[in-house]
T-cell receptor, first 115, second 110 residues
Framework: NAGVTQTPKFQVLKTGQSMTLQCAQD?????MSWYRQDPGMGLRLIHY???????DQGEVPNGYNVSRSTTEDFPLRLLSAAPSQTSVYFC??????????????FGPGTRLLVL | TQLLEQSPQFLSIQEGENLTVYCNSS?????LQWYRQEPGEGPVLLVT?????EVKKLKRLTFQFGDARKDSSLHITAAQPGDTGLYLC??????????FGSGTRLLVRP
């Protein structure tokens, strides 16, 4: 199993550009989520999904869109990038059997720089 | 405002020393998790505590969940350079919403 994979590993955008961060998992996990990690802030939940076709907002959803058409994939879209979105983005997945208290498996992250 | 406050933010100690990291909140959590993150990688789960007063041991690491389920601590005995990393606590506040603390960066010098 590859676990949780994220692409790209690193991206530079100009303000106003759009892009999609890809996340895939091969563990048949129902629950997937996106976090951003900024210095001194820990990880903050952006959006999450409890299954295909179901998504919900986390702590910091503004400026980001998600969809979940399959169990395996959970892409994160930035429609119009802003410098405040410069961060490291992590995707995570789990079986979703304990309301989030089960083991979360994290991907390696995508480093995004918005100029 | 961080719902989960971790202290200290940074800790540099000599190999063989003991240390404790704290994770405090004014909110009650149904469970609390501790993760360790190494540079360039995602966090990896160390432990989940679910019962107030619960103590779990993982080799040289001891985790405790406060009686009121608002705080937790991580104690490392005889720290080794391999323990170096960023330690994060995360509270499950409501279904599927994990709240992470700001992290404690630990450096263990040989």
């Amino acid at each position: 199993n590859a676990g949780v994979t994220q692409t790209p590993k690193f991206q530079v955008l100009k303000t106003g550009q759009s892009m999609t961060l890809q996340c895939a998992q091969d563990m048949n996990h129902e629950y997937m989520s996106w976090y951003r990690q900024d210095p001194g802030m820990g990880l903050r939940l952006i959006h999450y999904s409890v299954g295909a076709g179901i998504t919900d907002q986390g702590e910091v959803p503004n400026g980001y869109n998600v969809s979940r058409s399959t169990t395996e994939d959970f892409p994160l879209r930035l429609l119009s990038a802003a410098p405040s979105q410069t961060s490291v983005y992590f995707c995570a997945s789990s079986y979703g059997t304990s309301g989030g208290a089960e083991t979360q498996y994290f991907g390696p992250g995508t480093r995004l720089l918005v100029l | 405002t961080q719902l989960l406050e971790q202290s200290p933010q940074f800790l540099s100690i000599q190999e063989g020393e003991n240390l404790t990291v704290y994770c405090n909140s004014s909110s009650v959590f149904s469970s609390l998790q501790w993760y360790r993150q190494e540079p360039g990688e995602g966090p990896v789960l160390l432990v989940t505590v679910v019962t107030g007063g619960e103590v779990k041991k993982l080799k040289r690491l001891t985790f405790q969940f406060g009686d009121a389920r608002k705080d937790s601590s991580l104690h490392i005995t005889a720290a080794q350079p391999g323990d170096t990393g960023l330690y994060l606590c995360a509270g499950v506040r409501s279904s599927y919403k994990l709240i992470f603390g700001s992290g404690t960066r630990l450096l263990v010098r040989p």
